[in-house]
């Protein structure tokens, strides 16, 4: 049997309370108003907000899954986790612009 590679995609939504919180309490401890938010959530997903929010998607694994590249969008941030990196078969993406053109396509 072939080894295999993880690879997911995480979206996280800008306007959610969830992130909202956690942009608050970096924004207190580091007192830094010069970033926008973009771009302090893009820095807290570098610096680990993931692991620290939302640790279940680490769990039983059999690698050790690493971020990759974030990829902005209108209203989300795409996070692209995996062993190692990997570009992701646009059929198997959650991100909404991918299946909606295959959607209108068919």
């Known amino acids: 049997m072939g080894k295999y590679s993880v690879n997911q995609e995480v979206l996280l ?28 959530l893009e ?16 769990w039983d694994l059999p690698g050790k899954l690493f971020l990759w590249q974030i990829k902005e969008a209108t209203s989300f941030l795409v996070l692209d986790l995996g062993e190692a990196p990997d570009d992701m078969d646009s059929h198997f993406s959650i991100v909404p612009y991918s299946f909606v053109s295959t959607q209108i396509h068919n």
């Open 13 to 40: 939504i800008r306007s959610t309370s969830f992130l909202n919180e956690e942009l608050c309490k970096k924004d207190d401890a580091r007192n830094d108003s010069s970033l926008f938010d973009n771009e302090r």
């Open 43 to 58: 820095e807290a997903c570098w610096n680990g907000l993931l692991q620290a929010r939302l640790p279940e998607i680490f």
